[in-house]
């Protein structure tokens, strides 16, 4: 027997989402950021923070509204991710205007970070202790005491060399966990357009259940 179709679906679960919990341990970090890093009176703090915290609403929002609108799921969706690679975009060019490295996609540092899967603003600040502690630079995975490059991945315990600045490290770990949000949103907005194009929305879910209704 077919399962009988609502007008309104389940919606609105978004805290179970990996992009909304991954984007607000952003909102949080960035908050930390800026309030350390980037002058309170200047418009970068206001902007950063407002982005992240963009992210996160929008997010929230579209998961709330797909119930009766798919297309407004997706342009809220839409707008998280902007709002994300708009904050990246802040990061890299923080790290530039100070000369400060980025670090490589590769990074152990960054791997390191992202396999601990921290849920909080102040897991991801024990991390960035262990990473001053270890004094590990890690660039282009090579050593900073003997020159030797690796051809894999090294692990954060295996490569020592000069510390580098906190502000260094931040930017760079808010900038990996980023990297993963961006990437689930994306799927996210490609599962939400597959969806869209195959069941419509609410107008064309309204007009099945009714059609349904009179057809008994």
């Not at 949080?28 to 923070?49: A, E, L, P, W």
């Not at 799921?73 to 490295?101: C, I």
Request: glycine residues 6%; proline residues 4%; charged residues 30%.
């Amino acid at each position: 027997m077919r399962k009988k179709e609502k007008i309104i679906p389940p919606h609105g679960g978004y805290r179970k989402l990996k992009s909304f919990q991954l984007a607000e341990l952003v909102y949080d970090v960035t908050v930390r950021f800026c309030d350390k890093y980037i002058d309170r009176r200047s418009r970068t703090h206001d902007q950063m923070t407002q982005a992240a915290r963009s992210g996160v609403q929008n997010i929230a929002e579209g998961s709330q509204a797909s119930g009766t609108s798919k297309k407004m799921e997706l342009k809220l969706t839409n707008v998280a991710r902007a709002s994300l690679e708009e904050l990246r975009r802040d990061y890299e060019d923080f790290l530039r205007q100070r000369s400060l490295p980025q670090w490589e996609w590769n990074d152990p540092r960054r791997a390191d970070l992202i396999a601990r899967r921290p849920a909080t603003a102040d897991a991801v600040a024990q991390w960035a202790r262990d990473v001053k502690k270890s004094g590990l630079n890690g660039r282009n995975g090579q050593n900073g005491q003997d020159g030797q490059t690796e051809t894999s991945i090294p692990s954060i315990s295996s490569i020592k060399s000069i510390s580098p600045a906190y502000p260094e490290i931040a930017a760079n770990g808010v900038l990996a966990l980023l990297a993963v949000a961006n990437s689930l949103l994306d799927r996210q907005l490609a599962a939400q357009a597959d969806t869209f194009e195959r069941e419509g929305g609410f107008t064309e879910r309204l007009y099945r259940v009714r059609s349904r209704a009179r057809g008994k």
